[in-house]
């Protein structure tokens, strides 16, 4: 995909990758995280994402930055997935937001770019504690996201 977003340093596993988020609220470091979930006959990763904390290395996924950016950061969090299946391969990646409205934001960024995703990913949608083939205009509570 080829969408406006931010340049990020890439970890030496490819699991971290930070970025700096720049708008009003200045200059703030971000972090996507790609932890191992599970591993049997297919292995999934947890997409982590949220403000880095230098301190402690936490990932903040809480911090509502506002920093006027939000299809910016959206376009380097999706590249990230992009980079990580290059290097990993086709393992599922698990993806949720903190909060519903999060989750919505995540579903009408899938949306927005599904004919370029769908070219090269598959995803689905949990829905009433089941996993569904994505589909435009249905609200999903996660999503699973492979490549194709």
Excluded: C
Excluded at 30 to 38: G, P
Excluded at 39 to 60: C, H, I, M, P, R
Excluded at 102 to 114: E, F, M, P, S, V
């Amino acid at each position: 995909m080829n969408l406006d977003r931010y340049n990020y340093q890439i970890s030496n596993d490819h699991q971290d990758y930070i970025f700096y988020s720049e708008g009003p609220k200045g200059k703030i470091k971000k972090i996507v995280r790609f932890s191992k979930i599970q591993d049997l006959e297919s292995t999934v990763y947890n997409l982590g994402f949220g403000d880095a904390d230098d301190e402690t290395g936490v990932v903040d996924d809480s911090v509502v930055t506002n920093n006027k950016d939000s299809s910016m950061v959206l376009a380097t969090v999706a590249n990230t997935v992009i980079d990580f299946t290059n290097y990993y391969g086709n393992q599922y990646i698990y993806a949720t937001g903190s909060t519903p409205a999060r989750t919505r934001l995540y579903q009408i960024g899938i949306a927005g770019l599904w004919e370029k995703i769908s070219i090269d990913f598959e995803v689905y949608g949990l829905k009433e504690d089941s996993w569904h083939e994505f589909k435009k205009n249905v609200n999903y509570d996660a999503f699973l996201v492979r490549r194709k």
